[in-house]
């Protein structure tokens, strides 16, 4: 049972538009969400995260919007830029739990 | 950087043999991490720690161990490597934030491991 879902496994952006990668839930009691890149032979990295008691939360190019009624959060990277290109993690954690939940990936080219 | 290391950074193996991976952090976090990754299915937690001599299963545990001695080392052992265990292999920390609600989770460099 995958609790977090990311249904696009890759995504392409021509460089200087607009990026924006999707996430879906499914555990209710998820109260935490975080977005991660990975770029090929190194770990994860975090990149920004957002409360449920938020529904935007930014931080300079990138913007993760959550929609708690859908259980859906997406990350917008405006503008894209070649060193964007990655795989790209969302993950959850819920209420007191340590552990997070991670999404399949998706792997967003930039195209220069 | 969260003062992550693992070794070894690559690995092959033959079925049959066993096999400890190594986490070592310099920051003495509580949480540690053992996660694999594989193709199409992201991230999955093998097992984790929260504190010396303190682990639990994550969702893929079944074929490994861990143990924990020191705060700042969480190893994971495969008893007997199977080829279904090749993968790439990651160590996280969990960075405490007070009495904040955070979980943020910082990873090491990970180990590959080919099991043929």
């Known amino acids: 049972d995958q609790q977090v879902k990311q249904n696009s496994p890759s995504l392409s952006v021509q460089e200087g538009r607009i990026s924006i990668l999707n996430c879906d839930y499914t555990n209710s009691m998820f109260d935490y969400f975080l977005w991660y890149k990975k770029y090929p032979a190194e770990g994860p990295t975090f990149l920004i995260s957002i409360s449920s008691i938020k529904d935007k939360n930014e931080d300079g190019r990138f913007t993760v919007f959550l929609n708690k009624s859908a259980k859906h959060l997406s990350l917008h990277i405006v503008p894209s830029q070649p060193g964007d290109s990655a795989v790209y993690f969302c993950?959850?954690?819920?209420?007191?739990?340590?552990?997070?939940?991670f999404g399949t990936g998706t792997r967003l080219t930039i195209i220069p | 950087d969260a003062g992550i290391t693992q070794s070894p950074r690559h690995k092959v193996t033959e079925t049959g043999t066993p096999v400890t991976l190594r986490c070592h952090q310099t920051e003495n976090h509580r949480y540690m991490y053992w996660y694999r990754q594989d193709p199409g299915h992201g991230l999955r937690l093998i097992h984790y720690?929260?504190?010396?001599?303190?682990?639990d299963k994550g969702e893929v545990s079944d074929g490994y161990s861990v143990s924990r001695s020191k705060t700042e080392d969480f190893l994971l052992t495969l008893e007997s490597a199977t080829s279904s265990q090749t993968s790439v292999y990651f160590c996280a920390i969990r960075k405490s934030w007070g009495l904040a609600p955070y979980n943020e989770q910082f990873f090491g460099p990970g180990t590959r491991l080919t099991v043929l």
């Open positions: 993950a959850a954690s819920a209420v007191g739990n340590e552990k997070l939940t």
């Open positions: 720690s929260y504190g010396v001599k303190d682990t």
